[in-house]
């Protein structure tokens, strides 16, 4: 049975949140593009992507992407992949296009999984029913007492993985006066903080949002290295492939890269240069699970360890459940609130591991009222051409 691709519409969601963790709480902002995808055979499936501009993302897809789907078959997943590469990234540019691609990429597999009545983890392989989740928790703003506090509250709660920022912005804020060194010796001191609030048992990762050079990321490396880091993700900007495999040889850390790649060959670079412990294609990022999957066949050749950075654990549960080298899924506690503000009967965490939906395709659904609120507008206001 063909399910032919009746119009495709994307929606930019802007999500005011309020993150509680026991006694702390902060404020935060996420935004992010919902694209529904709605076939002739009657079958509307859903996906999403975020961690970039939203309005351009969804005029990529209502403007350019929309229009060029219109007929061709939903389950057809590598021929709209290669039709949308030819048509918005023909030389292999990565950003705001993968996005885009890996919204539609990801609503296409909602809608493999409603006709086949399976949720995307069997169709992408059924390695595993449950995936062991780490918890992002130490935010930015947070001071030292609140990341103590919040460290202690988790741990309580029988978390065993937690992930924690340093060089919060370091680069970017360098003309207004940021002493990057000052704020390093702070990262230390909050790492030292974290650590002594779990005590040793725990895993403890860090993330540097590609925000160091890479004289400063080792600096850093080499002196938080004695508090256990399980991996530093991101310490370098551009994830500059021979950077940092430097760091890698040189920091003694377990290096993490990848959320925010937009093509197959910028991961096979990470992993040819040896630039990576844990490589981390996110499937709201790279591509949607058509591209995630491929990464993770490169790592397996490679034996390079995968494991989910830069969240949205609702969509990326499947691709760490579905193929054998899944690793560890990001349960970031904003996104989380994100997911729980649009999306309805997602999973819970059973002892901080994931259960996969037996539901068809991604196995939650899309609460359009709220979408409607959180878009701002009515969703036939964000219409493309299709
Ligand atoms: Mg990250």
């Not at 929606?11 to 404020?27: D, K, Y």
């Not at 050079?213 to 938080?224: G, Y």
């Not at 709201?284 to 654990?313: D, E, H, L, S, Y």
């Not at 999973?347 to 539901?359: C, F, I, R, V």
């Amino acid at each position: 049975m063909k399910h032919e691709i009746k119009e495709v519409v994307a929606t930019a969601i802007n999500i005011p949140l309020t993150i509680e963790v026991g006694p702390v709480s902060a404020r935060s902002n996420l935004s992010g593009v919902v694209v529904e995808v709605t076939t002739e055979s009657g079958i509307v499936g859903h996906g999403f992507t975020a961690i970039t501009e939203e309005e351009i993302v969804a005029a990529a897809v209502n403007a350019v992407a929309a229009p060029n789907l219109v007929g061709a078959d939903a389950l057809h997943r590598e021929h709209i992949a290669e039709r949308l590469y030819w048509l918005l990234t023909p030389r292999g540019q990565t950003g705001y296009a993968s996005h885009a691609i890996s919204a539609i990429d990801l609503a296409l597999w909602d809608i493999l999984g409603h006709a086949t009545g399976l949720p995307c983890w069997r169709l992408l392989g059924g390695a595993r029913q449950q995936v062991p989740l780490y918890v992002t928790f130490g935010f930015g703003g947070f001071s030292r007492e609140e990341l103590s506090d919040a460290a202690r509250h988790l741990k309580a709660q029988g978390v065993t993985r937690f992930k924690m920022v340093v060089g919060h912005h370091a680069l970017a804020r360098r003309n207004e006066g940021n002493d990057l060194r000052a704020q390093l010796e702070e990262d230390i001191a909050r790492v030292r903080t974290v650590r002594e609030a779990l005590g040793e048992g725990p895993d403890l990762y860090v993330d540097a949002n590609c925000s160091l050079d890479p004289f400063s990321a080792r600096w850093l490396a080499e002196r938080i290295a004695e508090y256990g880091i399980a991996f530093f993700e991101e310490p370098i900007r551009d994830n500059a492939p021979s950077a940092m495999a430097e760091l890698r040889r040189a920091a003694g850390i377990p290096i993490a890269a990848g959320q925010n790649e937009g093509q197959l060959f910028r991961f096979e670079q990470l992993m040819a240069a040896g630039a990576v412990d844990v490589i981390q294609p996110n499937a709201v990022i790279c591509g949607g699970f058509t591209a995630a999957a491929k990464v993770g066949a490169i790592a397996q050749a490679r034996n390079v360890a995968m494991a989910n950075g830069g969240a949205f654990p609702f969509h990326n549960m499947h691709l760490n459940a579905g193929l054998a080298n899944g690793g560890l899924v990001e349960w970031h506690l904003a996104a989380v609130a994100m997911g729980q503000a649009v999306f309805e009967h997602l999973p819970a965490p059973d002892g901080w591991e994931l259960p996969l939906p037996e539901a068809p395709g991604l196995g939650f659904g899309l609460d359009r009222d709220k979408l409607r609120d959180l878009a701002g507008l009515p969703l036939s206001a964000g219409r493309g051409k299709a």
